[in-house]
Every structure is written in structure tokens, then in C-alpha cells.
């Protein structure tokens, strides 16, 4: 059986619902916003119940944009961010299980009447992600593109980010959680179906992910969270014994000739708090928070990141590039996640 039709049987056939779940790798720990809560109200109990996430892929600043969703299974995030694009927005599914994508396209229209549009600004299609050029999807075409705990599953994790990448709009972004190892998976787990629709033995050690990505035209990947994953089977907890789990959220900005280190120009920027549910503070990254009115310095980088994205409007962008100063001295450097010897032993969320 290979890879896909492994995880074909497990998500379309094993699963039943998200209560079957062995480990939290696929759930969702983070505290929901309250801004979020009405929506998630209105998505179709069958929708939601069939919710395999492992992190809360919520990017500010989106109405209005077409984003496209790689693994959107049975569509939870795919409605969600059908509310707060708007009408005017649209989000496209891809999902290789027919199981599941039977289930997101039943409620297209569903979904349109509860959030008071005239016509369905969703749209589904079933494909694998590593192979988006066999689908009718425009170059240049996304302003975001978003993936919740799929890339592990898929066994040609680089051929993902670069269809990304080839995807999105210059100044577009990729905006996705996934699981990670901190350090690579033995080949003898590498088969273990029950580990992989778990989403463990497909994860990445983090430092060969980073390497992908930038291989992709992703210069400068960038943390927005992570947590260490629990793992509820005391079965699955022996197999992968030693080894440490996470749950990470990036942002990849498509920005040509980002530079590979932090640099200083002396550049600042000014957050405006014009960003809906974000009046105080915008997070660009986990260790780069931007309160409202108060001036920033930052790298090159970040300068370039706010200025060339969805984000400019919402920015006072002070400085040029005239003059180099070395290394930024508020970049952050080192392993990505927490330390620890294998991932804690607490209870799945599910």
C-alpha cells in the first residue's frame, strides 16, 4: 500500500470522526477568539466532526482574499475562512479523500445561506497536493495559501512548497501548521500506518523542513507558535519513544531576494491597529509582537515582509536600505521549539 492510499484508508475509512484520534497531533489546543466562536457555530455538525487540524490556521488581515486550502478534508477550515473572507473572498478546497470531500461539498450551499451570501464563495477539488499543476489552478493566482497537519502526510513534502510557492502572488503568503520532530524519524516507523495517520512518522525534523523551504524560494521562514504534542496510546507513546513532537505554526512570504541572515538597515516600523480583531497588537512571528502606535525597529526583512504584503496598509514603514549595519541584533537564533527528551505524556484533546 503506498503513502496516499494509506492515508486515503485511514482518514476516508479508519476515522470515524475526530474522537478517534490516538494522539493530539490533529487537534486543536489553542484557546478559540471569541471573535471566531460565532463561526464555528455555524459550520455543520458533520463538517466539524470530521476536523483533523493540529493548530488554529487563523491569518490576520483576509477579507476580501482568495486563499487556497491543501488537505481541507471535509471543509472545517474552509467554511471558517469563507465567513471572515466575506463575500467578496473566496477559498478553494484540495483534498485527495473522496470520503471526505463528499462531505465538504454536500454543505456548499448550506454554508452560503448561513452566512448570508447569495451564491457559495467556496469551491472543492480533489487532487493531491504535491500535484496542484494536474489541477485547474492559475499561477499567481492566491494571496494566501493555508494547510492544516497535511504536509507530514504527504511523502514529497518539497514538490508541496514549491507548487506553493508557484501558486501564490508575489507578496502572497503560505500560513500553516504542521507537526515536527526534533530530530529525523527512524526508517522503521517510516511505514507504520497508524503512526503516519497519526501524523508522527511523517513529520519533519524541523532543520530539514527549514531547508525545503528555502530551497522552495521561501528565504525566510518564520515561527508563529508551537506547542509539544501529547500522545494519549500508551502503544503509540512506546513506538516513538525518545523522539519529540511538536505542533508549529510558520508564515512563508512569497518576497523575492529576501536575504538569508537578519540584516540592520535601521529601519522601523509603526503598527496603525487597523487590522480587525487585532486593535492592540499584531504578531508577526513568535518572537516579533508590534503594538499599536509604538515604533519597532527591525530587520530588513520584516521591514520588507510588511511592506511588499497584505500588511503595508496597515503599517508606517520608516527607513530605507541606504545603509547596512551588520547583523540585527533582535534576530533570534537557535532550535525553534522547546528542548526536551520526547514528546510529554498528557491527554489527546479530542
Excluded at 494566501?144 to 507578496?171: F, H
Aim: proline share 5%; net charge negative.
Amino acid at each position: 500500500m503506498t503513502v496516499h492510499e494509506s492515508v486515503k484508508e485511514y482518514y476516508g475509512k479508519t476515522l470515524g470522526g475526530s474522537e478517534d484520534l490516538k494522539t493530539d497531533a490533529c487537534c486543536t489546543l489553542d484557546d478559540t477568539p471569541d471573535f471566531l466562536k460565532p463561526v464555528l457555530v455555524k459550520i455543520h455538525p458533520e463538517v466539524a466532526g470530521r476536523y483533523y487540524g493540529c493548530g488554529l490556521v487563523l491569518p490576520e488581515a483576509i477579507s476580501g482574499l482568495r486563499i487556497l486550502d491543501l488537505g481541507s478534508g471535509a471543509g472545517r477550515d474552509v467554511y471558517a475562512l469563507a465567513a471572515l473572507v466575506g463575500e467578496k473572498g473566496s477559498v478553494v478546497g484540495v483534498d485527495m479523500t473522496p470520503e471526505q470531500l463528499a462531505v465538504a461539498r454536500e454543505y456548499q450551499q448550506y454554508h452560503a445561506e448561513v452566512f448570508g451570501y447569495a451564491t457559495p464563495n467556496t469551491e472543492f477539488h480533489q487532487g493531491y497536493i504535491e500535484r496542484l499543476d494536474e489541477l485547474e489552478l492559475a499561477k499567481n493566482s492566491f494571496d494566501l495559501i493555508v494547510s492544516n497537519c497535511v504536509l507530514n502526510l504527504c511523502p514529497d513534502k518539497g514538490a508541496v512548497l514549491r507548487e506553493a510557492y508557484r501558486l501564490l502572488k508575489p507578496g502572497g503568503e503560505m500560513y500553516f501548521s504542521d507537526v515536527y520532530a526534533d530530530r529525523r524519524i527512524p526508517p522503521a516507523l517510516l511505514a507504520d500506518p497508524v503512526l503516519h495517520g497519526e501524523c508522527l512518522s511523517g513529520a519533519l525534523y524541523w532543520n530539514d523542513f527549514l531547508v525545503l523551504a528555502k530551497a522552495a524560494g521561501f528565504t525566510d521562514p518564520r515561527l508563529v507558535n508551537d506547542r509539544p504534542l501529547g500522545i494519549d496510546s500508551a502503544e503509540v507513546q512506546a513506538k516513538v519513544e525518545g523522539i519529540g513532537f511538536y505542533s508549529a505554526t510558520w508564515r512563508l512570504f512569497k518576497i523575492a531576494d529576501l536575504e538569508p541572515a537578519e540584516e540592520d538597515y535601521g529601519q522601523s516600523v509603526v503598527y496603525r491597529g487597523t487590522i480587525d480583531q487585532h486593535p492592540g497588537a499584531l504578531e508577526l512571528d513568535k518572537h516579533q509582537r508590534m503594538a499599536t502606535g509604538e515604533r519597532v525597529a527591525v530587520s530588513g526583512n520584516t521591514w520588507r515582509m510588511l511592506a511588499e504584503s497584505r500588511f503595508a496598509s496597515h503599517f508606517d514603514l520608516v527607513g530605507d536600505r541606504e545603509i547596512h549595519r551588520g547583523i540585527f541584533k533582535g534576530g533570534e537564533s537557535g532550535l525553534p521549539f522547546d528542548e526536551g527528551e520526547g514528546a510529554p505524556s498528557v491527554s489527546a484533546c479530542c
